[in-house]
């Protein structure tokens, strides 16, 4: 090549690169419009993420999640949400990956940590070996409180029927029956009325709130209003048949039947709840040498279950009377009160320890000693929160334990919704549990501390407590399958009286099962203009496990006792849990506070996928025409402990017309024991 040709290559180049320099900041800046139109949008998907999650909409926030995350993998809050959102939704597997991803970097907080820790103990063994079967004392209840001695030798402790979390306490010598509160203070004084009780000894309640005690002085039983007024009295002082001489324990049995044991007359006596002799038992006879001296008793699956002081025995009988067994007959020095925590485990107040007796294993150990301090426990209960509450008639003292293995585990705080929709009123929906799941009642607004990014929050309210609302949200499911068009009118019955025994205050929605699941029916709609539509067409081919989530997701923003029925024949089609995993299933709906009730219309078949998510969520397949129909069903989701709770208050931080993230934390004290949990929210749009 000349070098005339050279030089005018060099030219060209020279141009070329010019060009390329002026042009670079317009590529550049293309570049950088397009990373912030990028950032942009994920930062819009995920503002779209966590409002529908606060919605209850928790498919669309894993689907908008999703689509955030995958345009910024390396945002870690989004990351967060979405496990969160797969949480929420049942996938805990899922939601578990996506935390240990945050946890492996280096980007997961402690209390993330704690929250998965909780899960995966939950998921595994752990949940089945939780107990430890040895008491630690929490706290004891002070005879004096402001000046007062409130109890003098407690004879008798028994968890409120409120399910509140307090417990009752019958003081023998004072003659008065107090009311405990979770926290340990006296907030009730009942003295039975002008006359008040004479000697108190045991006490219960009947199902309409009424109490029943035992009189040892009087020789009496009396049944008192909720305010603690006599009302009328069982029994006279003799030997003969109603007349009771030394009565102590007493129990109350699920079908209107009251049981008390008799010193002086060394046997149990049974009454109905007019006051009516029924029957007495324990006296010598040829298969049984008769009770020395009865002291508490426990009625479990149709049994009668009586300590013997005397022989240190506990003796079995059936609700007539028929002896059928000596259930321990060693290791029992004076034992007195008695009570089942499960099937499987009774507690024995005995002189001054508590033991716990193993019935499947046969083994009976010491639960507590009241750490050596024990003289003679005559009672024990357990609050409705789990604690045992033991009352040491010699020692003068009432002390409340938890076990061990719970003392340290602390509490799942886990907020489920932050409502914005009376902004700036905010509300915070939040669940309270053990551990192991167990709801823990009674909290008050003291218990709990609230921070919106970083700011304390002195000035809220608890709104809504859970444990004290017996309001019910229903859905009710019915199986619109080809096999159940020769049920359609039980079904409609069925449905009919449902309905018919919901309460005012009490929601409901219908929903029919076909290929397609559909809402039919929603608060405020009139079930009879519905009702036809119901069984008006059948499919063969029902979509059960989408009809199950989409009955679920209408029960879900609302704060009232939620249950889920669904009317079946139980012959569902053996891939019905593919796409939606059983165990997923089950926990979607425990998550979100569901019970699932599946409501047989033949007595003889169960179908044990149904069943096993009923047992999950603390439900229970049942048949349509039992005796009491299902309205068992309906009276166990308001009796069943509720740790749901809701705390508003108005909002401080500053918005920035809705496109602020306003990270909220939560933490709740109770006792020795602790939790924490954080999420947060978007406010409403403003411009």
Request: with cysteine; aromatic share 10%; proline share 3%.
């Amino acid at each position: 090549m000349c070098w005339r040709g050279m030089k005018n290559s060099r030219v060209i180049a020279g141009v070329g690169i010019l060009l390329l320099f002026l042009s670079l900041p317009a590529v550049l800046s293309a570049q950088q419009e397009s990373l912030d139109s990028v950032s942009i949008k994920a930062a819009e998907e995920f503002r779209w993420g966590v409002v529908s999650f606060h919605e209850g909409l928790f498919n669309k926030a894993i689907l908008s999640l999703e689509k955030s995350l995958a345009m910024d993998p390396d945002n870690t809050l989004t990351r967060f949400w979405l496990g969160r959102s797969y949480y929420q939704s049942g996938y805990e597997e899922a939601a578990l990956n996506e935390w240990q991803n945050l946890m492996d970097t280096g980007n997961a907080g402690s209390t993330l940590m704690s929250f998965a820790e909780i899960i995966t103990d939950r998921r595994g063994l752990s949940r089945e070996l939780k107990s430890s079967d040895r008491l630690v004392e929490l706290y004891d209840i002070p005879r004096e409180q402001e000046g007062f001695t409130f109890y003098n030798r407690p004879v008798s402790v028994n968890a409120s029927p409120a399910g509140d979390g307090s417990f009752y306490l019958l003081s023998y010598l004072n003659g008065d029956l107090l009311q405990i509160s979770t926290t340990g203070r006296v907030s009730h004084v009942l003295s039975g009325g002008v006359l008040g009780f004479d000697r108190p000894f045991d006490m219960d309640f009947l199902t309409d709130g009424e109490l029943v005690v035992s009189e040892y002085g009087a020789d009496r039983i009396s049944i008192c209003s909720r305010q603690g007024f006599r009302i009328r009295t069982i029994g006279s002082t003799g030997t003969g048949e109603g007349e009771l001489l030394g009565p102590q324990y007493l129990r109350v049995s699920d079908d209107g039947y009251i049981y008390v044991s008799e010193w002086g007359n060394r046997r149990v006596s049974k009454f109905n709840l007019d006051g009516e002799f029924i029957l007495s038992f324990g006296r010598p006879r040829a298969d049984f040498a008769g009770l020395r001296g009865p002291s508490g008793l426990e009625l479990r699956n149709g049994f009668v279950y009586i300590a013997d002081s005397m022989t240190g025995k506990i003796e079995v009988f059936d609700q007539s009377g028929n002896y059928i067994r000596t259930l321990i007959r060693e290791g029992l020095q004076a034992p007195e009160d008695l009570l089942f925590t499960d099937d499987n485990s009774l507690l024995i107040a005995d002189e001054g320890q508590v033991l716990v007796y193993d019935l499947e294993n046969d083994i009976l150990s010491v639960a507590s000693d009241l750490a050596g301090a024990g003289k003679r426990i005559l009672s024990i209960t357990q609050d409705g929160n789990g604690n045992i509450v033991a009352a040491d008639f010699d020692g003068n003292s009432v002390s409340v334990m938890t076990d061990m293995a719970t003392l340290y585990a602390g509490l799942f705080l886990r907020i489920n919704r932050v409502a914005t929709g009376e902004y700036p009123l905010v509300h915070v929906d939040f669940t309270v549990e053990d551990r192991w799941g167990k709801p823990v009642v009674g909290l008050g607004q003291r218990n709990f501390f609230l921070r919106e990014n970083s700011l304390s929050i002195g000035d809220f309210d608890l709104t809504y407590t859970g444990y004290d609302n017996r309001e019910l949200d229903v859905a009710v499911l019915v199986d619109n399958s080809s096999a159940m068009r020769s049920r359609q009118g039980l079904i409609q019955d069925g449905v009919r009286s449902l309905f018919q025994n919901l309460q005012t205050g009490d929601e409901a929605h219908l929903l029919a099962v076909r290929d397609t699941p559909q809402v039919l029916l929603e608060p405020g709609d009139d079930l009879l203009d519905i009702l036809p539509e119901l069984t008006s067409s059948w499919s063969d081919t029902t979509d059960v496990a989408s009809g199950i989530r989409l009955g679920a997701s209408q029960l879900i923003p609302d704060r009232k006792r939620k249950a889920l029925f669904f009317f079946t024949d139980g012959r569902i089609h053996p891939d019905t849990f593919v796409n939606y995993g059983l165990q997923d299933m089950a926990q979607y709906l425990n998550n979100n506070g569901i019970s699932f009730f599946p409501v047989y219309m033949d007595p003889d078949f169960r179908n044990s996928e149904l069943d096993y998510i009923a047992k999950e969520t603390g439900g229970e397949g049942v048949y349509l025409l039992q005796p009491r129909g299902i309205l068992p069903l309906l009276d166990k989701v308001r009796r069943a402990a509720s740790g749901f709770y809701t705390l508003s208050y108005n909002a401080v931080n500053p918005t920035d017309f809705g496109q602020a993230y306003i990270p909220v934390s939560l933490e709740v004290n109770y006792i020795s024991k602790s939790g924490r949990d954080e999420l947060g929210y978007f406010g409403p749009l403003e411009y």
